[in-house]
């Protein structure tokens, strides 16, 4: 393997590494525009030149692989004029709109021009004017003004999602990122574009002008939108009130995990957090009043009511049972809780899924065709993930033999046939609806209790492929909403069972040492990157 030295460290490196990556693993940052370590290597943008010795000219790191023996030095005063002077020519058609552009704050440009450049600009002429706010896509907003043609863009186009929509068009000064004629930035990754984009030029509809990125706080997630369990970094705007309407949670960005996701997420996923703060939020405890209308009450009187209709039915009786429609949308630990709390209680008319109508969308790259990120949780958990469970409940209820059914999260409107699925919610004796957002399903419900949402809650979610991933609360619940294991708690009380768990890491501690294929798991061992379940 080659032996290569920079800045007098030295590291041994597999043959094909380039300098700016064996810098990386040293710990030394070289800037860049061009090079990402999801893309194509182009040795565009220059910025990150390093002098290397026995060689006359200044070198790209991020083209150039290393050679046993190969000496390199990343700060001397020539590979900062270097850089400092790729800087100028980048900055002379540039815009100088940092105060009202968007990326004003993560943008390259700037802290580069902060770190290297910092000179007085030589123009005197005119600078190009090229397209601005150009609607490229359903998503992305094009400034090309702003664009330094470092091609990140076109080469994710080209090489991760596969979609080729865009190009560099025209020549010299007067060359411009553009979609090709008669094409849009429209393919299912395409807001990957506006993350990798090292400036102001591609920015996302959704957040552009909402907040300053300043102002916003990261939590570290897993994206509820799908069973492969996309890491993401929720970005909430807690600070400014004014910001974004008053929405909390503001944008995802994907987060690096090798062994899911790399650097990039779906945009179905990226907008997964919206529900969070809109207006089907169910934020108190309600009741039904006599006349379909709903009653907002504390949550003592909602789970002394619903504890009241449970002992009723106890002893459970053929023609009036309990049925519990559990959700691959809950966490491990609110499933182990429920799971104990069904064992406690002797139901066993439980399930877990609803079968969608149209088969769901899903492609070879991220996306899975089933839209819940803790099937897999579910099943290790003992749950009965075959569909007949759920038809088996349907159908006591259509028959009129529940006396109580507990409906966690789903729109069952997703699977049955609307009128169909009206007379059999109907005859159900008692319906409770569990759940963060009303939907049509909950309309049905006597009793609504409002759940915590994803980016309001700690827990794990277990992707796919076995893998167990943390979420970490990024926002306070919206209103009176709680955690299902909490709402578990509290009605486990009113019915003499104990539930002795004070967060969701003494739940998981439990699970890791009864149920197998947890075994040997805790959250340290789960860390940010997620651990293999058993078997
Ligand atoms: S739009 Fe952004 S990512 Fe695309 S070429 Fe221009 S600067 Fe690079
Ligand atoms: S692929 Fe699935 S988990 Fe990943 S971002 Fe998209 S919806 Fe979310």
């Known amino acids: 393997m080659p032996l290569i030295t920079i800045d007098g460290k030295q590291i041994e490196v597999e043959k094909g590494v380039t300098v700016i990556q064996a810098a990386e693993r040293l710990g030394i940052n070289l800037p860049r525009y061009c090079y990402h370590p999801g893309l194509s290597i182009v ?16 070198q790209v790191a991020c083209y150039t692989p290393v050679t046993d023996g190969m000496v390199v030095h990343t700060q001397t005063p020539k590979a900062m004029r270097g850089r400092k002077d790729v800087l100028e020519l980048l900055l002379v058609n540039h815009p100088l709109d940092c105060p009202v552009c968007d990326q004003a704050g993560e943008c390259y440009l700037q802290d580069y021009y902060m770190k290297i450049g910092q000179y007085d600009s030589k123009m005197v002429e005119d600078k190009n004017k090229k397209h601005k706010a150009l609607d490229i896509g359903p998503h992305v907003m094009l400034d090309s003004e702003r664009c330094i043609l470092c091609t990140r863009c076109v080469r994710f186009c080209n090489e991760v999602s596969k979609s080729n929509e865009l190009g560099i068009f025209n020549r010299g000064d007067h060359a411009e990122l553009l ?11 395409s807001v990957n574009t506006v993350d990798i984009c090292p400036v102001g030029a591609l920015t996302e509809k959704d957040f552009r002008f909402e907040a300053r990125v300043w102002y916003l706080q990261q939590t570290d997630s897993i994206c509820p939108g799908c069973s492969m369990g996309c890491n993401v970094s929720v970005h909430t705007n807690t600070e400014r009130d004014h910001h974004a309407e008053g929405r909390r949670v503001v944008r995802l960005k994907p987060r690096y995990n090798a062994e899911v996701n790399k650097w990039w997420m779906c945009d179905f996923g990226r907008y997964s957090y919206q529900p969070v703060d809109d207006s089907s939020r169910i934020t108190a405890p309600m009741l039904k009043d006599g006349k379909g209308g709903w009653i907002e009450t504390s949550w003592e009187v909602a789970i002394e009511a619903v504890a009241a209709k449970i002992k009723k039915a106890l002893p459970l009786k053929k023609n009036a049972q309990v049925g519990i429609w559990a959700s691959p949308q809950m966490t491990n630990e609110d499933l182990f809780v429920l799971r104990q709390f069904n064992q406690k209680l002797g139901f066993n008319q439980v399930a877990i899924g609803v079968t969608p109508k149209e088969k769901p969308f899903s492609d070879e790259f991220l996306i899975k065709e089933d839209k819940n990120p803790n099937t897999r949780g579910a099943a290790a958990l003992g749950y009965n993930l075959d569909m007949e469970a759920s038809r088996g409940i349907y159908r006591l209820a259509f028959d009129n033999q529940l006396a109580v059914l507990i409906i966690f999260h789903h729109d069952l409107a997703a699977g049955f046939d609307p009128q169909h699925l009206a007379t059999a919610l109907g005859n159900v004796q008692t319906l409770v609806f569990v759940g963060p957002n009303r939907n049509t399903t909950s309309e049905f419900a006597h009793i609504l209790l409002p759940a915590a949402s994803w980016p309001e809650k700690e ?49 998981f501690a439990a699970l890791g040492q009864s149920v197998p294929a947890f075994a040997g798991l805790n959250y340290e061992r789960v860390g940010n990157s997620g651990a293999m379940l058993k078997g």
């Open 43 to 58: 040795g565009q943008c220059r910025i990150c030149l390093v002098e290397i010795e026995k060689m006359p000219k200044l």
């Open 459 to 507: 827990g794990t979610f277990t992707n796919f492929a076995g893998r167990v991933q943390r979420l970490h609360q990024a926002v306070a619940p919206l209103g009176d909403a709680r955690p299902e294991w909490q709402i578990l708690k509290l009605l486990g009380k009113e019915l003499g069972m104990s539930v002795p768990y004070l967060e969701a890491a003494d739940i």
């Open 179 to 189: 979609p090709y004629p008669d094409r849009r930035l429209d393919n299912n990754y």
